[in-house]
């Protein structure tokens, strides 16, 4: 237990929930104007092959984090284009986007570096830089100072000040209307579209941003699909959240732990009682939500709970009835893989049916004449 929580785990964590969070907030302003977003793995995956890129040539961590941003709002500006003016099928747009972004880099990647697989590696100099850059020399080297990027403040600050505008400004107040009840808000002089526009545009930038810090933050070079799914888990954040700024940067923390454990379980013997712990909460979960759903007609969380105990408690006790009395045992790298997603299904399956989106989200507006 000693081997796997530490306080690597809790560095790891913030490292891996950054473009989690700066996705989400992204997708957080386009749905709450009501325009679906699932299009932010191609987003971060557009502004991660930019951003090093552009930083290969430019040798500029910066200017790369400005060009991943517009590539993102560029893109985005094509989804708000087909959603918003020819009123596509907003899910169909996102998934045409994703799966685009899974061949363009490695298309463009093969015409600029002549390698399909990922672009040149980038001087560390050249990459984001971690706070300890910008503090006074004689403050000590601190670990939250070396080991966190300044994207991490970054993201913490958008979230803060998302807050804030999501419901202290007039700007946050139309962009909840047009998600919530478009007719009102066009009957108060609120120009919809330009406000979906907008929130859809942010939205590229932001999942720009994440996906800057996973090619010349996290990483020193683009490598194909190197998002391998955020995009789709920080949906998932999105909707666990409920479209709330601070719930969301909770979930992706939440997400971002799942990813940490999974790194650091890799190779290490884990003691069988805790397995079996582990292997009980799920049993139990999925058990849970079954009751949930059979149990429809009463709704009596006591009965749902009662029948879960009982069930997964007999499962679990079948499961580990013939086991040996092994001390410890090392886990297949491909399970330990699987955690985060895992993660993300149960807390879809669990929660996705108390979160309440935009009333307005994904249906298109059409201006009455």
């Known amino acids: 237990m000693r081997q796997i929580f530490t306080i690597s785990l809790l560095f790891s964590t913030i490292r891996l ?44 961590p910066w200017v790369g984090l400005g ?3 517009l590539a993102g709002a560029l893109v985005a500006y094509i989804i708000a ?34 390698s399909s697989g990922s672009t040149p590696q980038i001087p560390k100099e050249n990459l984001l830089p971690t706070l300890y850059r910008f503090v006074p020399t004689f403050v000590p080297a601190w670990r939250i100072l070396t080991e966190v990027s300044v994207i991490s403040l970054l993201a913490l600050v958008i979230v803060l000040v998302t807050r804030h505008v999501l419901y202290r ?10 998600g919530e009840n478009p007719e009102a808000a066009d009957a108060a002089g609120v120009g919809v579209n330009r406000i979906r526009y907008i929130g859809v545009i942010l939205s590229g930038a932001l ?23 955020r995009g789709f888990i920080a949906l998932a954040a999105l909707i666990f959240g409920k479209w709330r700024p601070v719930q969301t940067m909770l979930a992706c923390l939440l997400f971002g732990f799942a990813d940490a454990l999974t790194i650091q379980l ?4 884990v003691s069988v009682l805790f397995l079996r712990i582990g292997v009980g909460i799920l049993i139990f979960l999925f058990i849970w939500f079954i009751a949930h759903q059979v149990a429809l007609l009463n709704r009596n969380r006591i009965i749902e709970l009662s029948t879960a105990v009982v069930i997964s ?11 040996g ?31 309440r989106a935009p009333r307005a989200l994904g249906i298109p507006y059409q201006k009455e004449r």
Do not use: C, H
């Open 207 to 229: 999942a720009g941003i994440g996906g800057a810090y996973l090619s010349i933050g996290q990483s020193s070079l683009f490598t194909r699909n190197m998002t391998a799914g």
């Open 313 to 323: 408690g007999i499962l679990w006790r079948m499961l580990f009835a013939t086991s």
């Open 169 to 178: 400004t007039p700007f946050g107040l139309r962009l909840r209307a047009v």
């Open 17 to 60: 929930s950054t473009p989690l969070v700066l996705a989400a907030l992204g997708g957080l302003y386009s749905e709450r104007s009501g325009v679906i977003n699932i299009a932010l793995e191609g987003l971060m995956l557009a502004g991660a092959f930019t951003a090093a890129s552009v930083t290969y040539y430019a040798s500029s």
């Open 81 to 114: 284009l087909a959603s918003i003016r020819f009123k596509a099928d907003q899910v169909v747009t996102g998934t045409g986007i994703n799966i685009m972004f899974l061949g363009l880099p490695a298309v463009l990647s093969g015409s600029l570096f002549l």
């Open 67 to 69: 060009a991943a941003i």
């Open 266 to 269: 890799q190779g290490v013997p």
């Open 325 to 355: 009395g092994m001390d410890k045992v090392e886990v297949p790298v491909q399970f330990i893989q699987m955690i985060p997603y895992v993660v993300t299904i149960v807390v879809l399956a669990g929660f996705i049916g108390q979160s």
